[in-house]
């Protein structure tokens, strides 16, 4: 190439480069002096902007955890416990006595309080701080346990929303590409560990649709400008079917690909919430504003707030109150004027998670035009594949559960898209879950029905700053515009202005995409638990492994599963609670580690262990522990565990466990364990009566009961469906088996009541072995 180059050539090459580098040396150093700041809080140790803006900042830690090791990034910072946390929201010092500030004057320990720990008001209390303001948020259950751990886990600008702006000529709506584009770079760049491009493939049936989508894809590609990720291409027949072999073929003519972004977004948020931390904000998890409080003129000077944990109650002064709470944003409202009129319109969006055959290994799928004309997704997300997904008018609730009808929407398009011979089986889902999508209702506008298009900022009377709507991609434009109202509105005087397009997440300093090797070599990891820690937690993953205990085998010789399906490790339950704050085991099962997204059953069976470990942490005892796991079980009910009939109990699911680690072994790929399958034949003999070797449908029923299983009459309507018995009313017994097989795969069964005490003599059932439903994890 170089040859190919003439001198003149490398001449220019070599002064662009000599200038660039130049330009960028003097624009950092700079933008460094301008913003050297000294951050609020100097009770506990916090990290200053200018590291966080670094590519590294390990020189800045102190290095005695891990003095022996050489090839390592060095200790990190260790956050400030949750007890010292609520200290400094109470404005209690760490000797127990009051701080000055509450002492001494009438100026209230924070500029800001942040109600609400989702991307929005965690992103808000990180720039806040970034400005040097003194910032406290409250969080009233835990960091994204509202809709930001519900997303479809997309980094976008909006393929969609570009389509319309074309087709509509709204250029408004080509502004709001233009910015989700420009976060989207953003997003990736100060958070390379937990989020990544990913190409998505968006299959073509019709000649004419070549052009037109090739079109669009560059146009998104064009508009990204400077801070496009990879370039869209068009995919032949044959590639298309390459890449994904299960597509559909018939009328199949080619695919297009185009890159977006994707990340965790649960993980994320709390890198968002320890970064805020670290740089000085004041936070806290579970802990809820139960009553805004006001001057004698009026305006909003803070909240009465409650440990959800202890029950304690405090009231917390500042400057001003921002209202980031969601689909929740009338609640606060109507604390501040009980008049207000509400102003979201909460929509429910579901989606499932499948095996990882249900998309391209490394590869989304986008269907555009759905049978009713909505958008799904199909996309690998760790390590098995997510579809969704569905809006729909919802009632509020604090754990929004999928309905089964919207579960089966996404199933219908999903056989659309494959090959009729793949069976889509409702026993395929692995877990499903809802999040609510707060639409918002502008209260300025004169028409009040109208929703808005992105994020609402709306200050009352009262100087309530609420912020609504918008999507996680521009969590932190919408961030930095509310915190540019709140200056404004309160008259803050922040130090400067704002700096979250540099400052780097939390883990991003020392992370490299070949960590993972240094992780497998100095702890002896697993290849995919050391790819998934440092996709997780970027440079922290050192401080993970090196809390893991020897699994006392020759490999992996550290990191011991949570599940043996999934790449989760006990380290992390202890990470999250001495170093991320989680509190409650569904903290831990659904937004430190994502289990409970991925497998609901798996997530059931590895409860008993992770509360061993976690009341070994924060000395639960055992009541707590009971209490801890019945909440669990309600949470994964919501995330499609099948009630059972009788309660579960943390011994019933323990003993289940141990079962399964004996038989596991033996039967671990098959679908029927041998004393299973003798039931099924007995339980069908008897109820064929005539002895043709058929039994009715309508005694499915009955059969399901006397194998011990419990199911919904509408799921077991849909299997029988799925199943297609078209010729009679009958069906033989390879029919009944597959039936039985999705009734099993679905997980209706209580897999821990002993099962089947008909005639066919006491058989213990065995465990529903997950392997299958759980395909290629
Ligand atoms: C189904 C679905 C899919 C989506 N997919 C994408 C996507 O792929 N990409 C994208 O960019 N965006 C997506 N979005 C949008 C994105 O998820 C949301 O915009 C974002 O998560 C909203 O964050 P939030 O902080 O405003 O709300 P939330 O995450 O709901 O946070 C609000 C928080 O306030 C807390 N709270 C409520 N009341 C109180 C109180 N009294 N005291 C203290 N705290 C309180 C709640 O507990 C909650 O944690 C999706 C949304 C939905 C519904």
């Not at 570009?162 to 989700?180: C, H, M, S, T």
Request: proline residues 5%; hydrophobic residues 35%; aromatic residues 10%.
């Amino acid at each position: 190439m170089w040859k190919a180059l003439g001198r003149k050539h490398i001449g220019y090459a070599s002064i662009a480069a000599i200038t660039g580098g130049a330009s960028y040396y003097l624009y950092d150093n700079i933008t460094f002096k301008k913003h050297r700041l000294q951050p609020f809080q100097q009770r506990f140790t916090t990290i200053s902007p200018e590291l966080f803006m670094s590519e590294t900042y390990t020189d800045a830690f102190n290095t005695n955890q891990f003095e022996s090791l050489s090839d390592r990034p060095h200790t990190l910072w260790t956050p400030p416990s949750r007890k010292e946390m609520i200290d400094m929201l109470k404005g209690v010092n760490k000797d127990g006595s009051q701080s000055d500030t509450n002492v001494k004057s009438n100026e209230p320990p924070f500029d800001i309080l942040i109600i609400g720990g989702g991307a929005t008001g965690s992103g808000a209390a990180l720039d806040a701080a970034t400005r040097g303001l003194k910032v406290a948020l409250v969080e009233r259950d835990d960091f994204a346990s509202g809709t930001s751990s519900r997303s479809t886990k997309l980094v976008h600008g909006g393929v969609r929303y570009l389509e319309k702006a074309i087709k509509e000529f709204d250029y408004e709506q080509f502004k709001l590409v233009k910015e989700a584009l420009h976060e989207r770079a953003t997003f990736l760049h100060i958070a390379p560990y937990i989020s990544y491009q990913l190409p998505i493939m968006l299959p073509i049936y019709k000649w004419w649709q070549v052009p037109y989508f090739w079109f669009g894809s560059k146009c998104y590609d064009i508009l990204a400008g400077r801070e496009a990720v990879e370039s869209s291409y068009f995919l032949t027949r044959g590639k298309a079917l390459e890449a994904f072999p299960w597509l559909n073929k018939d009328k199949l003519v080619g695919a297009m690909v185009y890159y977006d972004g994707q990340h965790n977004d649960a993980r994320m948020n709390v890198a968002i919430a320890l970064t805020a931390i670290s740089l000085g904000a004041v936070v806290a998890n579970h802990v809820e504003v139960i009553k805004l409080i006001k001057t004698d003129e009026g305006k909003v000077n803070g909240a009465y707030v409650r440990d959800t944990l202890s029950g304690e109650e405090w009231v917390i002064k500042a400057k001003g109150v921002i209202n980031a709470t969601g689909a929740f944003t009338d609640s606060i409202r109507s604390m501040d004027n009980p008049k207000n009129d509400n102003i979201v319109a909460p929509s429910s969006g579901v989606h499932v998670t499948l095996p990882n055959y249900y998309s391209p290994r490394k590869m989304g799928m986008i269907d555009p035009s759905t049978s009713d004309g909505r958008v799904i997704f199909f996309l690998p997300w760790e390590g098995n594949t997510i579809a969704g997904t569905t809006d729909s008018p919802t009632e509020l609730t604090y754990d929004p559960m999928p309905k089964e009808e919207e579960i089966q929407w996404i199933l219908d398009e999903i056989r659309r898209y494959l090959s009729p011979d793949i069976k889509v089986r409702r026993g395929d889902v692995l877990a499903a879950w809802s999040g609510i999508r707060p639409l918002v209702r502008d209260p300025y506008a004169k028409n009040t029905s109208e929703l808005v298009r992105s994020h609402m900022i709306y200050v009352s009377d009262s100087n309530l700053i609420t912020i609504a709507g918008g999507k996680w991609t521009t969590y932190r434009a919408m961030a930095k515009e509310t915190i540019d109202k709140a200056i404004d509105v309160l008259g803050l005087k922040p130090l400067n202005e704002c700096l979250t397009e540099k400052v780097r997440l939390i883990g991003s300093h020392g992370y490299s995409k070949t960590m993972f090797i240094k992780l497998i070599q100095q702890f002896g990891l697993e290849t995919e638990t050391a790819q998934h820690l440092v996709n997780s937690y970027g440079d922290r993953a050192w401080a993970v492994a090196a809390l893991s205990k020897p699994t006392g085998k020759r490999w992996p010789v550290f990191g011991q599963r949570i599940s043996p399906f999934y790449p989760y490790i006990e380290a992390e339950i202890r990470y999250a609670v001495r170093r991320e704050y989680a509190c409650t085991l569904v903290d831990v099962i659904a937004r430190r580690t994502r289990l409970a997204f991925l497998n609901a059953q798996a997530t059931l069976e590895s409860l008993p262990r992770i509360i061993e470990i976690m009341s070994e942490e924060l000395r639960w005892s055992p009541e707590q522990q009971t209490q801890e796991f019945d909440k669990a079980v309600e949470f994964l009910f919501t995330m499609g565990l099948p009630k059972p009939k009788e309660k579960l109990t943390i011994n019933q699911v323990r003993i289940d466990s141990s079962k399964r680690s004996e038989h596991g072994a033996l039967y671990s790929r098959s679908q029927f364990q041998p004393e299973e399958l003798a039931s099924f034949q007995k339980v069908f003999s008897d109820l064929d009566t005539s002895g043709d070797g058929r039994i009715k449908t309508t005694d499915l029923d009955k059969a399901l009961v006397l194998v011990g299983y419990s199911i919904p009459e509408d799921t077991l309507y849909s299997i029988i469906t799925e199943s297609k018995f078209n010729k009679d009313d009958s069906i033989e017994f390879e029919e009944f088996l597959e039936v039985m097989s999705n009734v099993k795969e679905t997980q209706l069964k209580n897999v821990f009541s002993k099962i089947v005490n008909y005639q066919i003599g006491k058989h213990e059932q065995k465990r529903i072995p997950i392997e299958r439903s759980s395909g290629g994890v």
